[in-house]
């Protein structure tokens, strides 16, 4: 992903309250509430953490999650991820290291993930 073309939050920065773009979003701050991103993809980095849920086409959490994620294409949960709740994607890949505490469904189609996404 090019960070350029991207919404950076950045440390120690804090977002409370549902967020929309029209472009990739980088979180190395923190969000708390919905994160938007119907056509693009939602990076958590390595210090970043999200309290809420992700919408996007593509999802990488490398940092800290508590909500659901809502991936149309697909989840990537890294290595130094630490992931708690839901994981709805048609597709999930789980990096050795990474650590999930809840429920991941990857029998949720493309059409349903996106319909979910686009609310």
């Given at each position: 992903?090019?960070?350029r073309k991207a919404t950076v939050v950045e440390e120690p920065t804090l977002i409370q309250g549902d967020v929309r773009a029209e472009n990739?979003?980088?979180v190395h701050?923190?969000?708390?509430?919905t994160l938007r991103l119907p056509?693009?993809?939602a990076t958590v980095g390595p210090n970043g953490s999200v309290e809420?849920?992700?919408y996007a086409r593509r999802i990488r959490v490398e940092?800290?999650?508590k909500g659901k994620l809502y991936g149309q294409e697909g989840v990537v949960i890294a290595q130094t991820a630490r992931v708690e709740g839901t994981i709805l994607s048609p597709r999930v890949a789980l990096a050795e290291g990474g650590r999930i505490m809840g429920k991941?469904?990857?029998n949720v189609s493309?059409?349903?993930a996106e319909k979910a996404s686009s609310r």
């Amino acid at each position: 992903m090019d960070s350029r073309k991207a919404t950076v939050v950045e440390e120690p920065t804090l977002i409370q309250g549902d967020v929309r773009a029209e472009n990739d979003v980088i979180v190395h701050g923190r969000i708390q509430g919905t994160l938007r991103l119907p056509q693009h993809t939602a990076t958590v980095g390595p210090n970043g953490s999200v309290e809420g849920d992700i919408y996007a086409r593509r999802i990488r959490v490398e940092g800290a999650l508590k909500g659901k994620l809502y991936g149309q294409e697909g989840v990537v949960i890294a290595q130094t991820a630490r992931v708690e709740g839901t994981i709805l994607s048609p597709r999930v890949a789980l990096a050795e290291g990474g650590r999930i505490m809840g429920k991941v469904d990857t029998n949720v189609s493309l059409e349903s993930a996106e319909k979910a996404s686009s609310r």
